[in-house]
């Protein structure tokens, strides 16, 4: 057969596909796939979007990804990708890849007003120690900050934590994640005093009913969505409810979809707890042993920023309902207060107070939840009658409550970006605990992650700007002090006030208070919500911002120095993924140009400073505590003496070039022949990523998160392993004493988590004995109250609002529109409407309109068609498109005791350009 060099390569590939699909091949084929394969390296990876971890195999030939493909070993995805997925290595090879520092320049030198200009990595961290120091003389620890990163490889996130933790002693480091887990981690907190799900993965093929909370799983976690109709299809019995503000790809795999009014999730979560106890269905045995009931204050804020200083005119209405708000009808009924009451919002200090209450308290707080008025408040298409809508909620109690019925509740972003987050995540695991359907394969509530290491490097290596590694907490002692102590840092280096969360950096840079800012794999001013303040912020004040980024996205775009990085596969990493599955990957391929790693960038720019230069007194404004003079965070330059340091000792000899991780030497066997281009570059022979994991598996061993050593991910029959690994066996379901070795034997469930399982007591108004009665082992349900959204549409405002992404593109599509194929699948944002409210707007499908709202308006076309079917009265716009910047419309308002924003309902109005 004779066949073109072209041709005989595009056989080779299709019978490699074929072979692995189980087809037979001819000769002719056979020959050809094993010709073209004949250099090619394979190789295990994850994947670099959503947080269900897929597995895949990347094959490699000089110096670059030419294949992959799903792998089927990982028993997350078995072979399965979703069409992301599939590009994986096309995101690493986009035309405008930036490689090689840029900075803002006007007669050679940095200028604030200055156009970009290529520069070297000395430059470049010139500039960033310069304004640096300048900063840190001017502010101290209060004045720097990072926008960090739930896609920071594990590594990366554990060495930007300890630089600014230990090293610069400030806490003003926080990831994406604070906009995309932060609600679910105050759920876990709160609930069970330990961050993470009890499930896992499994649980979709044990289970019977699967509901899905505000999760478009169809779209945003692809593969579990197949593996969920894999389950419906294969099981009779098998029900798949979806509860959404619209129609969307989910519905058309659902049973019964219940498209619901924003925000009234609550009031239908407590429907669901009054109806288990109307039917006398509460698990009393597992109740009585293993939980208590709880409640909270209710005038809590919605995250605004108050007062009219940095609000813009249009949007101060809205603004002043942070300090006082008058109740609606629906609210008053559910918080038992007259209609028109004017609240203000006293609690505002202190959103995570709780207290025990009596069952009785409980069941009178749910009495106003009736079938009737959730009904009526939470019917969200118009057009559905409401005794069809009754019906859906009955039968959706009905799921939940059946005795021999298994039930898991799945959610994201609906629940987590949410004025009342916390509280939702907070419901569904009451009435899963009144159930006693929790913990058990099949049974429970599983919060799915956004990111691919949401879980890996926001949470579990505590990257947040209140925590430290492994479920540790700034404002603890207890929590500095192990930390210290592991670190090898002199006691009270570790500020103890929390720093500023992700939302208020921004507020932060706007105000002046933060005038350094480096932002790691992250867009922050193109993602984060009220973006008009944020880009004003970053290019009229004083202030100098570094991105390090891989493309030119609006961030790098509004920053004064970019940094070109290394991008998944050109480095070695670790992700943590939704089910606490670990997974590690070697580095595949070289970065190009002079682009380097994350951690290359964080380590080599260490080496600048030393600990005497934040190590003595610092002033510091707000702090207090026992042990601390009030304002001041104290010199530790005498016991770091003590401890065998110098003050000329540079940060990067303390805390990373140690002499326990200088014994990991590169090479090593387990790199099979891989390179890394980290350790190369710093030159010093230790193998940083295998070094800084081994140091930070320590914080996790004997509390429950429990890793594996560094080389045993790396096994080839490995992929990867789910916390805690104990005795080399991976965890299944957690505090379960029939999968979980941490529960004491004989307890059947103990839920151990150490955190606030001391509380007062009280009733449905307050503390009535503010004495801490410690309740461990014990999980708490908790009352939460209907909270109507702080913004409502209105006769000027009259639509609502909700964001989001789509299947083809990751977050804000600096990565896949790289990709041809996902651009021209989805090449623009559009506005999806009902068509009924497009005509009677003079509209229609394709036309250009202005979606405005308090705080900015833009242009987008309108879509009446397609994946999405919106009720009248509501848009839908993605995020991923900057050329349609619809964050600049939607609102700031956060979950008050998680900060995390809402992106899901702002009031907008909707007019032909």
Not at 110 to 127: I, L, R, T, Y
Not at 212 to 233: F, P, Q
Request: proline content about 5%; charged content about 25%.
């Amino acid at each position: 057969m004779t066949v073109s060099r072209r041709n005989f390569l595009k056989a080779g590939i299709a019978a490699s596909t074929a072979s692995m699909a189980g087809l037979s091949l001819g000769p002719a084929a056979l020959a050809a796939a094993q010709e073209t394969e004949a250099d090619w390296q394979w190789d295990k990876a994850v994947c670099r979007f959503c947080g269900t971890g897929c597995g895949l195999m990347l094959a490699t030939s000089n110096g670059r990804v030419v294949a992959q493909k799903g792998d089927v070993e990982n028993p997350v995805n078995r072979g399965w990708q979703c069409v992301k997925g599939y590009f994986n290595a096309k995101i690493m090879y986009g035309q405008d890849r930036l490689t090689q520092p840029l900075m803002r320049m006007k007669d050679g030198q940095f200028h604030k007003q200055g156009d970009f200009v290529p520069v070297s990595w000395e430059q470049a961290f010139d500039e960033m120690e310069r304004q640096l120091r300048k900063t840190y003389a001017e502010k101290g620890p209060e004045g720097i900050a990072c926008f960090g990163s739930g896609q920071w490889t594990i590594q990366e996130g554990y060495a930007m934590n300890k630089l600014f933790k230990a090293g610069f002693r400030s806490n003003n480091i926080d990831p994406n994640a604070r906009n995309c887990m932060a609600s679910a981690v105050v759920g876990f907190y709160s609930v069970f005093g330990t961050d993470e799900p009890a499930g896992n993965y499994d649980d979709i093929e044990n289970t019977d009913t699967m509901i899905l909370w505000g999760a478009n799983m169809a779209e945003m976690h692809t593969v579990l969505w197949s593996r969920i109709i894999n389950r419906r299809m294969a099981a009779p019995n098998v029900r798949i409810v979806n509860l959404t503000t619209f129609r969307n790809m989910s519905s058309d795999g659902a049973d019964l979809e219940i498209v619901f009014k924003p925000n009234t999730d609550l009031a239908i979560q407590n429907y669901i707890a009054r109806e288990i106890i109307a039917r006398d269905a509460v698990n009393w045995d597992f109740v009585n042993k293993h939980t208590i009931f709880a409640t909270g204050p209710s005038d809590i804020g919605y995250g605004l920023r108050p007062g009219d200083e940095y609000a813009f005119p249009a949007e101060r209405d809205i603004v002043a309902k942070e300090l006082k708000v008058t109740l609606d009808k629906y609210e008053a009924i559910g918080q038992r207060r007259q209609e028109g009451e004017v609240v203000e919002q006293n609690s505002r200090g202190n959103p995570l107070a709780h207290w025990s209450i009596s069952f009785e308290d409980y069941k009178k707080a749910l009495e106003p939840y009736t079938l009737d008025f959730v009904a009526e408040l939470a019917k969200g298409d118009a057009s559905e009658p409401l005794e069809d809508f009754k019906a859906k909620l009955q039968q959706l109690a009905d799921l939940y409550i059946e005795a021999n019925r298994k039930v898991v509740s799945f959610w994201t972003m609906g629940f987590n970006q949410h004025q009342r987050g916390s509280w939702v995540n907070q419901q569904v695991y009451a009435n899963h605990l009144l159930l006693g359907k929790h913990a058990q394969p099949g049974n429970g509530a599983f919060s799915l992650t956004g990111q691919p290491t949401a879980c890996g490097t926001a949470r579990e290596v505590g990257t947040f700007s209140h925590r430290l590694p492994a479920d540790r907490l700034i404002g603890v002692p207890a929590h500095r002090e192990f930390t210290e102590a592991h670190w090898k840092l002199p006691a009270k280096t570790i500020n103890p006030k929390p720093g500023s969360f992700y939302g208020k950096i921004m507020r932060d840079l706007e105000d002046g208070s933060v005038k350094w800012a480096w932002v790691q794999v992250n867009n922050p001013w193109h993602t984060h919500p009220n973006s008009n303040h944020w880009i004003k912020a970053a290019r009229e004040k004083d202030n100098f911002i570094i991105v390090s980024e891989a493309y030119p996205g609006i961030s790098a775009k509004v920053a004064d120095l970019i940094l070109p990085v290394a991008m998944i596969f050109e480095k070695w990493g670790a992700y943590g993924n939704a089910e606490r599955r670990t997974q590690h990957w070697r580095e595949q391929v070289p970065p190009p140009g002079v682009a380097r790693g994350d951690l290359w960038q964080v380590l080599e720019f260490s080496k600048r400073f030393t600990i005497g230069d934040f190590w003595g007194e610092l002033p510091v404004p707000g702090l207090k505590g026992d042990g601390y003079e009030d304002g001041k965070l104290p010199s530790v330059l005498t016991e770091a003496g003590e401890k065998g340091y110098s003050a000329d000792d540079s940060l990067y000899k303390v805390l990373f070039a140690t002499a326990d991780n200088m014994k990991y030497a590169w090479p090593d066997p387990v790199a099979k022949g891989r390179d890394n281009h980290t350790v190369n570059l710093l030159g010093d022979g230790w193998f940083v990523e295998k070094a800084l994991w081994q140091e930070y598996v320590h914080f996790g061993r004997g509390v429950g998160k429990d890793l594996a050593d560094f080389d045993v991910y790396h096994r080839d029959e490995v992929r990867g392993l789910r916390w805690p690994v104990v005795d080399g066996k991976e965890g299944t379901w957690r505090f379960n004493e029939q999968y979980d070795p941490y529960v004491t034997k004989g307890a059947g469930f103990e839920f151990y988590g150490k955190l606030a399982k001391a509380i007062p007591s009280g009733d449905l108004d307050g503390v009535t004995d503010p004495t801490p009665v410690p309740l461990p082992g014990k999980a708490k349900i908790f009352f939460r109250p209907y909270a109507a959204p702080v913004e409502q549409p209105d006769e000027n405002y009259d639509l609502w609002l909700s964001t989001g992404r789509v299947l083809e593109h990751w977050h804000s599509g600096t990565m896949t529109r790289r990709v041809p194929e996902l651009h021209r699948a989805v090449p623009a944002a559009v506005l999806w409407m009902h068509p009924e409210d497009a005509s009677e707007r003079g509209m229609q499908r394709n036309d250009l309109v202005w979606i405005e709202s308090r705080r900015g308006k833009i242009q987008i076309r309108v879509e009446t068609t397609g994946r999405n079917t919106m009720p009248k009265g509501m848009v839908y716009a993605p995020f991923f498109d900057e050329g349609v910047f619809i964050n600049k419309v939607a609102i700031d308002a956060a979950c008050p005791m998680s900060k995390e924003s809402d992106y899901k309902k702002c009031a907008v109005k909707v007019y032909k350009v």
